[in-house]
Structures are given as structure tokens and as C-alpha cells.
């Protein structure tokens, strides 16, 4: 099965980068994907990185290392309106499902 | 482009009774997935449907069960309802399912709120 831990909580100060964690224990994924939800609503989805490297999509960027088992979502120039949630997600191979990780939850402070 | 609709958005039932939630994607996605969010256990996935077809089933109880329709319309039931099914639950919908890049974009509907008493 898969497994995907993040940390429960982070706060960071607006206008600086913050680096939300992912790692994981599967046994095979066909990319790691990134969700954003803001408290009462949906999760949207921000980045997807199918291949080993960097992924830059505006102010927010995902890495994956399949080696290292481990990915991370990167926002930079943080605004109050980015505290929210952030899931990251794969789908295995084998069974076709997706897995969501714990969850961490993001705190902008002026 | 419409998004994802799901109905009802909140709705209360009683221990026992059942439930059918419903959720219409995206227009030209045809895989459908179910997901229950709970503070304690996050994001869980339920099952998936492609074309009609059960692609998948996460680790919940047959009292939860759904079906896709030919325009990819997707139901979900869960009968007998205890307590512990309170929770949001959420629809996503994507182009395709399985290995290719946009089985991995989800698009989540708004939800449904489940309160059991």
C-alpha cells in the first residue's frame, strides 16, 4: 500500500519561501501530485511531477526524487491568502488508486 | 466550463437510513472518484469509475457502493449509516484514469456535507 507523511503544520512570515515535505513509502506511483484547500472549501490542484526534478508553476514549484523517496512543494513570495492545506497525492501502479498524504497546513503571519 | 457539481451540499440523516450522493464532472472527463474527508482521517479514497467500470476500491465497507452512468454522472450510496460516516464527501473528476498524465489532474467538486445524528 502507500503511505504518504507530511508535516501537520507550518507557519511562515508573508513575502518569505516555505518548503512543505512529502515523503513516502510505496511500492510503485506513477507521479506525485500537489492539492491545495483553503478551510470550508475543495481541494485544487497545483502541480504534477511525473518525472524525477523540479516543477515551476508561478510563485509554487514541486520536486519529486523517487530515489529518496521524498517530494516537496515550494512557495515562494507568500501571500495570506496561501493559508490553506496542501495534500500531496500519488496513484500506484497496481491498483490504480489514489492516495492522499496526511496533510499540512499552512499558516501565512504578516 | 462548468466544474464539477455535486448534490445535495449539506444534508442530515439519521443512524440506519441511507444515503445517495450525486456528481456531475467536468464535461469530457470520464473517470469519477469518490473521496470521504474527516478531521481525524483526512482524505480517503472510496472507489473510482471509467466508463461505467469500477476501476478501483479503497479500504471502506460494502455499505458504500456507486455507479457511473453513460454521460459519466456518478452516484454514490451508503447505506445503513452509523455515526462515523459523518463527513465531507468529495467528487473529482479527470480526462482518463490509469498511467497517463491526466488521470493525475483532479478536478474536486464542492462536496458533500454528511451529518449522521
Not at chain 1, 519561501?17 to 472549501?41: A, E, K, M, P, R
Not at chain 2, 457539481?5 to 473517470?31: D, E, F
Not at chain 2, 476501476?55 to 453513460?70: D, I, L, T, V
Request: proline content about 3%; charged content about 15%.
Amino acid at each position: 500500500g502507500q503511505s504518504l507523511e507530511q508535516p501537520s503544520e507550518v507557519t511562515a512570515v508573508e513575502g518569505a519561501i516555505v518548503q512543505i515535505n512529502c515523503t513516502y513509502q510505496t511500492s510503485g506511483f506513477y507521479g506525485l501530485s500537489w492539492y491545495q484547500q483553503h478551510d470550508g472549501g475543495a481541494p485544487t490542484f497545483l502541480s504534477y511531477n511525473a518525472l524525477d526534478g523540479l516543477e515551476e508553476t508561478g510563485r509554487f514549484s514541486s520536486f519529486l526524487s523517487r530515489s529518496d523517496s521524498y517530494g516537496y512543494l515550494l512557495l515562494q513570495e507568500l501571500q495570506m491568502k496561501d493559508s490553506a492545506s496542501y495534500f500531496c497525492a500519488v496513484r500506484d501502479k497496481g491498483y490504480q488508486k489514489v492516495t492522499f498524504g496526511t496533510g499540512t497546513k499552512l499558516q501565512v503571519i504578516p | 466550463k462548468a466544474g464539477v457539481t455535486q448534490t445535495p451540499r449539506y444534508l442530515i440523516k439519521t443512524r440506519g437510513q441511507q444515503v445517495t450522493l450525486s456528481c456531475s464532472p467536468i464535461s469530457g472527463h470520464r473517470s469519477v472518484s469518490w473521496y470521504q474527508q474527516t478531521p481525524g482521517q483526512g482524505l480517503q479514497f472510496l472507489f473510482e469509475y471509467f466508463s461505467e467500470t469500477q476501476r478501483n476500491k479503497g479500504n471502506f465497507p460494502g455499505r458504500f457502493s456507486g455507479r457511473q452512468f453513460s454521460n459519466s454522472r456518478s452516484e454514490m450510496n451508503v447505506s445503513t449509516l452509523e455515526l462515523g460516516d459523518s463527513a465531507l464527501y468529495l467528487c473529482a473528476s479527470s480526462l482518463t484514469s490509469g498511467a497517463y498524465s491526466g488521470a493525475n489532474v483532479l478536478t474536486f467538486g464542492a462536496g458533500s456535507r454528511l451529518t449522521v445524528l
